[in-house]
C-alpha cells in the first residue's frame, strides 16, 4: 500500500506507527524498497520525535529481509555516518539513538548480504566496518564509552556472519582490548574473542601480534572474498598467549557476558590443546553463584571436559540438589537444577557404578519437602524413581544392601508428598503427580528403543509392580473417584506396544482381587470404567465379571422401586454396554453361558422396558448370530473356534478336549489304529458344547450339576429348572409375582393346559427313576499293522486276508465318561474282535467306512472286522458334548491293552427324540395328539405366554416343570425341494402336521412321512404370521427383506407360500423344540420355539448345516 | 552450532490473548536460517525446508498461543500427562516444565503446521512473555520426537533424547528465562533492589539514588518492603484459586522502557547485561568526560559506574521460617529457614571487601550460594569469610538454606472442629518465643485463619491476649502489635472460640466443569444416594468441600483450600535463627580504607502454618 507513494511525501508519526503495526501483524507484506528509502529519510529528519526514530530503526531491522534490497545499502551506511558524526545533541543525536542506528545498521547488513559477489556488497560492507572501527579506536574515551561498547559488539556480529572478517587487524584489536579499561572492557574482551575463536576454526594464517596493516582504511581480507580459504598451520605460541589474556578478566564479565565468553574459548582451548583443568580451576566456583546461567556454564564445561573433572561429579550433583531447595530463587530454576541433574546423572551413562552410587547415596537429598512446589515435588519423586531403579539393579547383582533404603521405602516416602491424591478429586493435581510417579517408578529403565525381553521378566517380578498392584486394588475398593485415573493410567501402557503387557497385568490383577471383593450395589457404579476395560480385554476370562453383573442386575432388580426407576434405568443400560463390549472383543463361546443368561434374565425381569427390549436384542444377537457368522461380523477372526478358556477355566464351560492317556508307554497312541467311530456323522462338528450346570446367578455351586434346584434357590432357577420336593422359594416367588400381570384363561387355553399336563405326566423325572435314553450307534475296528507293531505280534504273513494271522482283542471293555451332563454312561462289552487286514489303498478306507457300500457287497469280511457299540446316554440337558472312551482289552499274547481312544461327539441331533406318548392314547390318535401338543407347546414356549407360570408335574409325581420359552427365527434361502428333502430324510420321523395344498402335496407324493396330520388349507398361519410378525422385532426383518417397504415384502412372501411343515422334537430330558417351517419356493423361514433357550444355539448351526450345506 | 544464547524472538501477549509487544532479532534468525539450509544440504532437502526458517507473524503467534491454551487447558497446561492430553501436545511429554518451556503449532496457509520450540513462557502481572531461543535443529527434533512418541513415555534416567538431557544440552533456554524474568521485572515495573535495613531510615534506595537522589529523578514507584522471600506463598491466605488466573486492571505496557531496556542489554538478542537498574541509569545518566575510568584495573561491566562520595558499608541478613507444624505423634514438625545477606557497599574505586561469617555450621547450613563477584570460600567451615567485590547498589551477598538453631519461635497448637455443617469450634494455643533470650526481639505476631471456600458470619471468643477482626473469608488475630515487641521472654496465647459460617453452597469452577465435567456427572448415581446414614459432621463436610476442588498449579505446593490452618506471620529482629552472623568489626576492605560497617538481622515469617491437628494435612517423609 505504502509503496505506491512517491518518496517525496514524507509520512508522519501516526502513518508510520500503523504502517509499523501492519508489517509486525503480517497484514500486509508486499512492500518495496521505497519505505526503507522514506524510513532513512525520516530518520534523518530533525523534526520526528526520537522514539519514533527507534521505533522505526527496530522496524526496518526486523523487516529487512522484504524492505532492503543491496543498492540501499551504501545510502544506509551514509545515513549511519552522518548520525554517528553529528555532534551530540539531545534532540537529535543522543548517544542512544547513534547506538540504535550502528546496531540496527549492522543487523540489516548481516540479513540483506548473503556473498560478496557483488562489488558494492563488498565496498559497503567495508566502509560499516571502518565507521564502527572509528569508533572502537578511542579506548577509555569517557562520554561515549557505551557507544563504543555497542560499536565492538556491532563489529562482532559482523565477524561471526563472516568469520575472519577482522582477522588481519586482530593485533589492534587486542591492543585496544589490553588498554580498555571502562566498563566497556567486556565487549571489547567479547570481540577480540570472538576473532580469536574464528582464526581458530578457521585456520586462518595470521600473527595477532602483527599490527602492520592499518587499522583504517579497512579493506575486506581475500579469504573473506574468496571462494575458497587455505588452512594453514596456527601460531599456537601467540594464541596460547591471547588465552592466557583472555583468561586473566573473568570478573569483568557480566553473567550473560561470561556465557557468551566461555561459549567462545571452549573450541579455542579445544584446538590449542589448553589444559582443561585450567579452565576448571578458573571457571568451577561459578557453580556456587545463585545466577542459575553461571551455574548451567560449569554443566557445560563439565559435559565438554568430563575427564578433567573426574572426582568432581558428587560435588556438582551435590550443588545442583541445593539449588532446588533454594526458596529464593523463582521455582523455574529449582525445576531447571532438578532437570539438569537428571540430564547429569543420564550423561553418566557409561560409568554406570559410579552414576549408580551416586544416586543411591544422596538418595536422602530427593525427598521432597513440604512447601516444594508440586512440580519440584514432581521432579524429586522421579529422582527417587530413578534411586530405586538404581537399588534394584543393585540388588541383582550384589545380594547385601543396607535395608533402610529399599525400593519400597524410597517409593512409600515419596508418595507421602502427594498421598492427598487419594482422598482429592481425580483432576486435582496432586492426583496426577502421584499417577506421573507410578508410571515413573514402574516402568523403571524400560526404555522403548530397546529389545528388553530380559528387562521386562526382571520387571515382571520386581518389588514395585508387586506394591502397585495391590495399591490399585486397594485404591479402587477405597477411592471410588478414582477409576477413572487409574483406567487412564492402564490406558497409558495398554495404547504403548512395548508395554501394554503391563496393562494387561494390571487389569488382570483388578480382575483378581477386585472383582470378588467388591460389593455390588449402586455404586458399583463407579466401577464401570474398568469393568469395560477388563471387558474388552481378551487375555481375561470374563467369567468373573459376568459373575458380577450378574449380581448387579439380580440387585438392581430386587431392589428396584417407585424412586430408583432413573438409576435402574441407567445402571442397566450400563451393563448392557458392558455385555456388548465382551460381545464384540471375545469369542462368543467364551461368554455365551453366563452371558446369555445375564441377558435372558435381564430381559424377563428388568423393571426398565429399554433395558429390557435391549438386553433382547443383545442375546437374539448371542444366540442366533452363529459362532462363525458372529466371528466375522464382529472380525475376531485370527481367533481359533476352539480356543480353551485360559487359566483356571470356568467349571461350567466344558469345552471338551482330547486328553492324553496316563497308561504305560505302549498304550499312549492306540488312539491312533482302533478306531471307535460313529456310525452316522454329525451333520454339524461341534466345536464347543455348554453343559447347563445350577442356573443360579447368585452362587456358582458346582455340586448342583443336575439343575435341581437348591434348597435356597435363586429367582432364575424357578424358570428353567425343574422345581424340586420344596416349596419354590417365597423369595423368587415374589419376583414374579411382583411381574406377573393377572390372567384370565379361556376354555383354549385349558384345553392346551390338559394335555401338556398329560404330556408331562409322562417324562420321567429323572431324579427319581430311570430317565430317558438316547442311544449312539458307533464301529469299533482297529488297524492290523501298526497293532502288531506296537504289541510285537510277527508281522502279517505273505497272506494277509487269512483270518489266523490277523491280530485280535478279546474281552473289550469300553467305558464312558463325559464331563457334559450325560448321566453315568454305562460300559460296553464285546468279546472278540478282528483287527483289520491292512489296506491297499486310501480309496479302500473310504470303501470300508461307507456303510451302505458294504452291504451292497454283502462283504462279510468287512463286518466281521468291526463290532457295533451303543452309547447309551442319559442326557440331564439336551446338549452337544464329548464323550471320552477308554478302552482295556486283551491282546492275543497275554498284554492288557489300556488307553483312550478318540472321543465321540455327541450332536444336538442325537437329542432329537419324538415325545412320550402316553399308554392310554390308541395309535390311531397319535398324530392328532401330537398335532394337539405341538400348538399347546408352541402357544406355551411363547415367551409371553399365559403359561409362562404354570407347572406341570412329572411322572413320578414328586417334580414339577415350568415353561419358559424362547422364540425365534431363522429364514433359510434355499428352495422348497431341497428344503422338504433334507426334511424327509433327516427330520422325518419329528414331523406332525403338514399345511398347506402345495406342500401337502409333494411331501404326501413321496410318501416318506406318515401318520401325520395333514390339512390342505393354508390355515390360521396368516393370523399366526401376522401376529409374530408384529411382535418380532427389527432383526427378523431385516434378515429377509432389502426392500423398503417391509409390509410388502411380507405379503409377496405370504402369496408365495406353500404351505407349513410342523415339526416337534423332544430333548431329554424334559424340553422341547418345536419348528415350524414356512416353505415357499425360495426360501423358508423356520420358527422356532422351545423351553429351553440354550439350544438354540445349536440349533442355529444344525439348520444351517442340514438346509445350507 | 549457535554460539551462546540467541533469542530469535520475543513476545509479550495481554491477556486476551493479544500480542502487545513483539521483538525478533534477525541476526540470530539468520543464524536459525543458515542452520537449516544446511541441514537440508545434508538430508537432500527436507520438508521443512520453507516453514522451518519462518517466524510467525504477531497474529499467527496470538491464535497459535489461544489454541495451545485451549489444547492444553490452561496458558501453563497440565504439564503431567492426564487423561486429556493428546498426543503432541506439551503434557503429553508428561514433565512439569513444559509449562514453562512450551511449545506451539503455527499454522501455515496451506494447513501445514508446523513446531515452534521452545517457547519460555513467563506470566508477569497479567502479561505472558514469550522468548524463543536459537537451539540446533536437532534439538527440536528431538522435542518433536518426545511430544509425538506414540507410546506411553520415557523413563526416568533415559540415556538420551530425554528432556532432561535437552535442557542441559541448551544453556540458551537458561539465559532466556533469565532475559524473560528481566523483562518480566520491566513491563510489572517491579525492580526490586533487596532490602537493606541501616538504623537511620527504615531502608535506602537502590543504584539509582546512590547517584541520581540529589538531582530528584528517583520519582520511580520502588516498593518500600521489597518482598525478599519467593511472592509466591504471600497470596496463599486468603485462598488464590490459581496463579494462571491473572490480576486484571494493571498498568499498561511501557513500551519505551522496554524498548531501550532490549536494545541495550541484548542488541542483537544475545544478551549482555540484564540488570536494568544499570541499564536505565546509563540510558538516563550517560557519562561525562568527568567520569574516569581507574587507573590500573579493569571495571567490570557489571559495574558501570564508581561510587563518588562518603564510604560506609551495610549488611542486612534477611530470613525467612517456614514451618509447618502439626502437633501429631506421628508426623514430624517441619521448620527450616532460607536467608540471604544483603549488602550495599558505598565505597570508592573498585575494593575487595572480606567478610567474615560466624556459624557456618555445616550441619545446620544446607545450602550456600553466591553473587558473582564473591569468591567463594571452602564449603563446610564453621567460620569463614567470603572476598567479594561489591557492585553499586543493594544487591544480594549470599543467600542460604538452613534448619533453625533455636526452637521454633512459635509452637502450639490450632484445632478445629466442626460441630454441625455450619459451626465450628476451634482452640489455639501457642507459645511464642519459648527459650529466646534478649536481644532476640518479636515485633509483632498476626495469625491468621483462612477459610477462602466459606464465608464467616460471626466469630466467638476472647483470646488471652491481642485482639480479633474478621473479613468475609478470614479471622485475624493481631497477637503482638507493632510497638509493643516481646523482647527476651516468653508469653502463651490461648483463643478458644467459635466461627460460623453461611450455609455451604457447591461452587462451580468453569474451568473444572468444562475438563472434568463429563466425570462429576458420572458420579450421579452415587450423588442421589441418601446420606441419613452419616456418622460424622466433619467426614461428611469434607467429603463435600473436596468434591469440587479446583486444581491447583504445580507451581503451587499443595491444594490449600484443602485444608484448615492457621498461618502465622511475625518479625524478629536482634539475631538469626539459623545462627548465622556477622562481625561488623572484622569487615576489611583492599586496598584499606575507612568506612563504617552496619548490620542489622530481621527474621520475618514465610509459610508459618498451623495444621488443624483434626483435620486432614499435607505432609512428607523424613529420609530415614
Same mark, same amino acid.
Given at each position: ?8 511525501k ?16 503480517g ?8 519505505v ?21 530503526l527496530v ?5 529487512a ?10 545510502r ?21 539513538l ?22 558494492r ?59 580498555e ?75 550473560c ?22 579452565l576448571?580451576?578458573?571457571f568451577f ?30 560435588q556438582?550433583?551435590r ?44 538418595a536422602?537429598?530427593f525427598?521432597?519437602?513440604?512447601f ?72 523403571g ?23 502397585l ?32 503387557w ?37 487375555a ?5 465379571l459376568l ?36 460381545m ?96 452316522v ?32 434357590p ?10 424340586s ?32 399336563r ?15 435314553k ?42 464312558f ?13 464285546i ?79 442325537d ?52 415353561i ?63 401376529l409374530?410378525?408384529?411382535?418380532f ?7 429377509y427383506t ?6 410388502e415384502t ?18 431329554p430330558?424334559r ?6 417351517m ?7 423361514l423356520?420358527?422356532i ?21 | 552450532? #549457535? ?5 530469535r ?6 491477556s ?24 537440508n544440504k ?28 485451549k ?30 518451556v512450551i511449545?506451539?503449532?503455527i ?40 511430544c509425538k512418541?506414540?507410546?506411553?513415555g520415557?523413563?526416568?534416567?533415559g ?22 524474568? %528481566?523483562?518480566?521485572?520491566?513491563i ?5 533492589? #533487596?532490602?537493606?535495613i ?16 540529589s538531582?530528584g ?9 521489597a ?14 484459586v490459581s ?18 531496556f532490549?536494545?541495550s542489554s541484548? !542488541? ?7 540488570? %536494568? ?19 590500573d ?6 559495574? #558501570? ?6 564510604q560506609?558499608?551495610l ?29 550495599? %557497599? ?13 556459624g557456618?555450621?555445616s ?8 553473587? !558473582? ?28 538454606? %538452613? ?22 469450634a ?17 515485633e509483632?505476631?498476626?495469625?491468621t ?21 474478621t ?16 523482647v ?13 459460617f ?5 461452587q462451580?469452577?468453569?474451568?473444572t ?45 499443595f491444594c ?13 529482629a536482634?539475631?538469626?535463627?539459623s ?43 523424613? #529420609?530415614?
Open positions: 500500500m505504502s509503496g505506491d507513494r512517491p518518496p517525496s514524507p509520512l508522519s508519526a501516526q502513518e508510520w506507527e500503523s504502517l509499523i503495526e501492519d508489517f509486525q501483524h497484514r500486509d507484506t508486499s512492500a518495496s524498497s521505497s526503507a528509502d522514506l524510513a532513512i529519510s525520516s530518520v534523518l529528519r530533525r523534526d520526528l520525535p526520537l522514539p519514533l526514530k527507534h521505533s522505526l522496524f526496518l531491522e526486523e523487516s529481509d522484504a524492505l532492503f534490497g543491496p543498492h540501499l545499502l551504501g544506509l551506511v551514509e545515513a549511519l555516518r552522518s548520525v554517528v558524526q553529528s555532534p551530540p545533541d539531545p534532540a537529535f543525536a543522543t548517544y542512544a547513534k547506538e540504535q542506528m550502528m546496531v540496527s545498521t549492522t543487523a540489516i547488513f548481516v540479513t540483506v548480504v548473503d556473498g560478496f559477489e557483488e562489488e556488497c563488498a565496498r559497503d560492507v567495508a566502509s560499516l566496518v571502518e565507521l564502527l572501527l572509528a569508533i572502537v579506536n578511542r579506548p577509555n574515551h569517557g562520554p561515549d564509552r557505551q557507544t563504543r561498547a555497542m560499536a565492538c559488539e556491532c563489529l562482532r556480529q559482523l565477524e561471526r556472519n563472516w568469520p575472519c572478517l577482522l582477522a588481519e587487524i586482530v593485533g589492534h584489536l587486542w591492543s585496544l582490548c589490553q588498554s579499561r571502562t566498563h566497556a572492557s567486556q565487549s571489547y574482551h567479547l570481540l577480540f574473542t570472538q576473532v580469536i575463536r574464528d582464526i581458530v576454526t578457521c585456520k586462518v594464517d595470521v600473527s595477532i601480534l602483527n599490527t602492520s596493516v592499518p587499522l583504517v582504511p579497512f579493506n575486506l581480507p581475500q579469504w573473506v572474498l574468496g571462494p575458497t580459504r587455505e588452512a594453514s598451520a596456527l601460531n599456537y605460541k601467540e594464541l596460547r598467549r591471547a588465552m592466557a589474556f583472555l583468561l586473566e578478566w573473568p570478573q569483568v564479565f557480566t553473567p557476558g561470561m556465557m557468551e565468553f566461555l561459549h567462545l574459548i571452549i573450541p579455542v582451548a579445544v584446538a590449542l590443546e589448553l589444559q582443561a583443568s585450567m576448571k580451576v578458573q566456583s561459578m557453580i556456587y553463584s545463585y545466577d542459575p546461567v553461571l551455574c548451567h556454564m560449569v554443566l557445560m564445561l563439565y559435559s565438554r571436559f568430563l575427564d578433567a573433572f573426574d572426582g568432581q561429579e558428587r556438582i550433583a550443588r545442583l540438589v541445593s539449588v532446588s531447595w533454594e526458596a529464593q530463587g523463582h521455582p523455574v530454576f529449582r525445576i531447571l537444577a532438578l532437570h539438569w541433574l537428571l540430564g547429569f546423572f543420564s550423561g553418566m551413562s557409561n560409568r554406570v557404578v559410579e552414576r549408580k552410587n551416586m544416586v543411591i547415596d544422596m536422602s537429598s525427598y521432597p519437602t513440604v516444594d512446589p508440586l512440580a519440584v515435588k514432581a521432579l524429586k519423586l522421579d529422582l527417587l524413581a530413578l534411586c530405586s531403579l538404581c537399588l534394584e539393579s543393585q540388588k541383582s547383582e550384589h545380594v547385601s544392601q543396607a535395608d533402610s533404603l529399599s525400593v519400597v521405602n524410597l517409593f512409600k516416602d515419596g508418595l507421602v508428598s502427594v498421598s492427598a491424591f487419594k482422598w482429592m478429586p481425580p483432576w486435582s493435581t496432586e492426583t496426577a503427580v502421584a499417577f506421573h510417579t507410578f508410571y515413573k517408578f514402574l516402568i529403565s524400560l526404555a522403548h528403543s530397546e529389545d528388553d525381553s530380559i528387562k521386562s521378566k526382571m520387571l515382571m517380578d520386581s518389588t514395585i509392580l508387586r506394591l498392584q495391590g495399591m490399585i486394588v486397594e485404591m479402587t475398593m477405597e477411592f471410588q473417584q478414582l477409576v477413572p485415573t487409574i483406567v487412564s493410567f492402564i490406558n497409558r501402557f495398554l495404547g504403548c506396544n512395548k508395554h501394554c503391563l496393562g494387561e497385568r494390571l487389569l488382570q490383577t483388578l480382575d483378581e482381587h477386585l472383582l470378588p471383593k467388591v460389593s455390588v450395589d449402586y455404586k458399583l457404579v463407579a466401577y464401570f470404567a474398568i469393568f469395560d476395560k477388563i471387558a474388552e480385554n481378551v481375561i476370562p470374563p467369567r468373573g459373575e458380577v453383573l450378574s449380581n448387579l442386575v439380580v440387585f438392581l432388580v430386587k431392589n428396584h422401586g417407585p424412586d430408583t426407576g432413573l438409576r435402574s434405568w441407567s445402571q442397566g443400560i450400563k451393563v448392557l454396554g458392558i455385555c456388548r463390549t465382551m464384540m472383543h471375545h469369542h462368543s463361546s467364551r461368554l455365551f453361558l453366563r452371558l446369555s443368561r445375564l441377558l435372558a434374565f435381564t430381559c424377563l425381569y428388568f423393571p426398565d422396558l429399554e433395558v429390557r427390549d435391549n438386553a433382547r436384542i443383545y442375546l437374539r444377537m448371542l444366540v442366533c448370530v452363529p459362532g462363525k457368522k458372529l466371528r466375522e461380523l464382529l472380525k475376531l477372526g485370527e481367533m481359533l473356534p476352539t480356543m480353551a478358556p485360559s487359566g483356571e477355566s470356568d467349571t461350567f464351560f466344558n469345552v471338551q478336549i482330547p486328553r492324553l492317556s496316563h497308561d504305560p508307554r505302549k498304550s499312549r497312541n492306540i488312539s491312533a489304529y482302533v478306531h471307535l467311530e460313529r456310525v456323522p454329525l451333520l454339524v462338528k461341534q466345536s464347543w458344547s455348554l453343559a447347563l450346570a445350577n442356573l443360579g446367578f447368585g452362587n456358582a455351586n458346582a455340586d448342583s450339576v443336575k439343575g435341581i434346584i437348591d434348597s435356597e435363586k429367582s432364575d432357577d424357578a424358570v428353567i429348572g425343574i422345581a420336593d420344596g416349596p419354590i422359594s417365597s423369595e423368587s416367588l415374589n419376583v414374579e409375582r411382583q411381574l406377573e400381570p393377572l390372567r384370565v384363561m379361556d376354555a383354549k387355553i385349558s384345553e392346551m393346559l390338559g394335555n401338556l398329560r404330556h408331562f405326566s409322562s417324562i420321567p423325572d429323572f431324579r427319581h427313576m430311570p430317565g430317558i438316547v442311544k449312539i450307534l458307533c464301529s469299533l475296528r482297529f488297524e492290523s499293522d501298526p497293532f502288531s507293531r506296537t504289541w510285537g505280534f510277527s508281522p502279517p504273513s505273505d497272506n494277509p486276508n487269512a483270518a489266523d494271522a490277523l491280530p485280535a482283542i478279546y474281552a473289550t471293555v469300553l467305558r465318561s463325559s464331563s457334559a451332563p450325560y448321566g453315568s454312561i454305562p460300559l460296553y462289552r468279546p472278540f474282535l478282528l483287527g483289520e487286514p491292512p489296506k491297499k489303498s486310501d480309496s479302500s478306507v473310504h470303501k470300508v467306512n461307507s456303510d451302505i457300500h458294504a452291504i451292497e457287497n454283502g462283504a462279510h469280511e468287512d463286518d466281521s472286522f468291526r463290532a457295533s457299540v451303543t452309547i447309551e446316554l442319559e442326557p440331564l440337558e439336551p446338549t452337544p458334548g464329548m464323550v471320552d472312551v477308554f478302552l482295556e482289552t486283551n491282546s492275543g499274547n497275554g498284554h492288557i491293552i489300556r488307553g483312550q481312544l478318540h472321543g465321540i461327539s455327541v450332536g444336538i441331533e437329542m432329537f427324540l419324538k415325545a412320550i406318548i402316553p399308554s392310554d392314547i390308541p395309535d390311531t390318535s397319535v398324530p392328532l395328539y401330537y398335532s394337539d401338543l405341538f400348538t399347546s407347546l408352541w402357544e406355551a414356549c411363547d415367551g409371553t405366554s399365559s403359561f409362562g407360570r404354570e407347572t406341570f408335574p412329572l411322572k413320578g409325581g414328586k417334580g414339577v416343570a415350568a419358559s420359552g424362547t422364540r425365534s427365527v431363522k429364514l433359510l434361502e434355499v428352495s422348497a425341494s431341497s428344503v422338504i428333502q433334507s426334511t424327509e430324510r433327516y427330520l422325518a420321523p419329528f414331523v406332525v402336521k403338514v399345511t398347506g395344498e402345495p406342500l401337502s402335496d409333494i411331501v404326501k407324493d413321496s410318501g416318506v412321512m406318515k401318520d401325520i396330520i395333514w390339512k390342505d388349507s393354508v390355515p390360521d398361519i396368516s393370523d399366526d404370521a401376522t409374530a410378525g408384529a411382535n422385532e427389527g432383526p427378523l426383518q431385516l434378515k432389502d426392500a423398503e417397504d417391509d409390509m411380507y405379503a409377496n412372501y405370504t402369496s408365495r407360500n406353500m404351505g407349513c411343515i410342523h415339526i416337534l422334537i423332544f430333548l430330558p424340553y422341547h423344540l418345536l419348528l415350524q414356512e416353505v415357499s419356493d425360495a426360501s423358508t423356520v420358527r420355539r422351545t423351553d429351553h433357550w440354550p439350544c438354540l444355539a445349536y440349533i442355529d448351526d444344525y439348520l444351517e448345516a442340514l438346509y445350507l450345506a | 552450532m #549457535p554460539t551462546g544464547c540467541g533469542i524472538a520475543l513476545w509479550i501477549l495481554n486476551h490473548d493479544a500480542v502487545v509487544f513483539s521483538r525478533r532479532f534477525p541476526v540470530v534468525e539468520k543464524q536459525w536460517r543458515v542452520a537449516c539450509k544446511s541441514e545434508c538430508n537432500g532437502g527436507s520438508v521443512d525446508s520453507v516453514a522451518l526458517p519462518y517466524l510467525p507473524s504477531d497474529s499467527e503467534l496470538a491464535s497459535s498461543f489461544a489454541e495451545r491454551k489444547r492444553e487447558g490452561s496458558v501453563r497446561g497440565f504439564g503431567i500427562r492426564v487423561s486429556q492430553s493428546a498426543e503432541g501436545s506439551d503434557s503429553w511429554v508428561d514433565d512439569p516444565v513444559t509449562r514453562h511449545s506451539i503449532y499454522n501455515k496457509e496451506e494447513g501445514q503446521n508446523y513446531l515452534l520450540w521452545p517457547l519460555i513462557l513467563h506470566m508477569k502481572s497479567q502479561f505472558c512473555i514469550l522468548v524463543l531461543p536459537l537451539v540446533e535443529l536437532g534439538h527440536l527434533d528431538s522435542y518433536k520426537e518426545l512418541r506414540s507410546d506411553c520415557s523413563a526416568v534416567g540415556v538420551d533424547g530425554s528432556l532432561s538431557s535437552l535442557l542441559l544440552d541448551l544453556p540458551s533456554v537458561t539465559g532466556a528465562f533469565m532475559v524473560a524474568h %528481566a523483562i518480566g521485572e520491566i510489572s515495573g517491579d525492580m526490586a533492589e #533487596p532490602e537493606v541501616v538504623n537511620a531510615s527504615p531502608s535506602v534506595g537502590g543504584l539509582l539514588d546512590s547517584l541520581t537522589g538531582i529523578i528517583s520519582s520511580r514507584a520502588k516498593p518500600v518492603a518482598p525478599v522471600a519467593s511472592s509466591t506463598p504471600s497470596n496463599t491466605s486468603v485462598g488464590a496463579s494462571d488466573a491473572m490480576k486484571i486492571g494493571s498498568r499498561p505496557l511501557d513500551k519505551d522502557a522496554l524498548r531501550t532490549i536494545s541484548m !542488541p542483537f538478542g544475545t544478551p549482555l547485561d540484564l540488570n %536494568a537498574s544499570n541499564i536505565f541509569t546509563i540510558k538516563l545518566n550517560g557519562f561525562s568526560s568527568a567520569d574516569l575510568p581507574p587507573a584495573v579493569k571495571q567490570p561491566a557489571w559495574k #558501570p559506574y564508581l561510587y563518588k562520595g562518603k560506609k558499608i549488611f542486612t541478613i534477611h530470613e525467612t521460617v517456614a514451618a509447618a507444624l502439626y502437633d501429631r505423634d506421628e508426623i514430624p514438625d517441619s521448620i527450616s529457614v532460607s536467608g540471604q545477606v544483603n549488602c550495599r %557497599a558505598e565505597l570508592e574505586g573498585l575494593p575487595d571487601v572480606s567478610l567474615p561469617l560466624i557456618l555450621n550441619n545446620r547450613i544446607e545450602s550456600l550460594s553466591f553473587h !558473582p563477584s564473591a569468591q567463594v570460600p571452602e564449603q563446610g567451615a564453621d567460620k569463614q569469610s567470603v572476598m567479594f567485590s561489591p557492585p553499586l547498589g543493594n544487591f544480594v551477598l549470599m543467600r542460604y538454606q %538452613a534448619s533453625c538453631g533455636l526452637g521454633p519461635p512459635i509452637k502450639g497448637f490450632y484445632q478445629l472442629s466442626m460441630v454441625s455443617e455450619d459451626e465450628g476451634f482452640l489455639f494455643k501457642l507459645s511464642l518465643m519459648e527459650g529466646y533470650k534478649a536481644p532476640l526481639t518479636m509483632f505476631c498476626t495469625l485463619m483462612p477459610f477462602p471456600r466459606r464465608r464467616i458470619v460471626a466469630v466467638d471468643g476472647t483470646p488471652s491476649v491481642g485482639t480479633i477482626s473479613t468475609e473469608h478470614s479471622v485475624e488475630w493481631k497477637i503482638l502489635v507493632s510497638g509493643r515487641g516481646l527476651g521472654k516468653s508469653i502463651e496465647a490461648t483463643f478458644p472460640g467459635t466461627v460460623k453461611a450455609p455451604w453452597q457447591t462451580r469452577f468453569p474451568y466443569k468444562s475438563f472434568f465435567g463429563s466425570m462429576a456427572e458420572e458420579d450421579s448415581d452415587a450423588d442421589t444416594e441418601p446420606t441419613n446414614n452419616m456418622v460424622n459432621v466433619e467426614e461428611y463436610l469434607m467429603e463435600k468441600m473436596t468434591k469440587d476442588l479446583p486444581p491447583v498449579d504445580l507451581e503451587e505446593p490449600w483450600q484443602a485444608y484448615n490452618y492457621a498461618k502465622v506471620s511475625f518479625r524478629i536482634g539475631a538469626s535463627l545462627g548465622i552472623s556477622i562481625d561488623p568489626k572484622s569487615v576489611s576492605i583492599y586496598p584499606s580504607v575507612k568506612a563504617p560497617v552496619e548490620f542489622s538481622i530481621q527474621v520475618t515469617a514465610g509459610d508459618y502454618i498451623l495444621w488443624n491437628t483434626l483435620g486432614r494435612c499435607p505432609s512428607i517423609a523424613m #529420609p530415614r
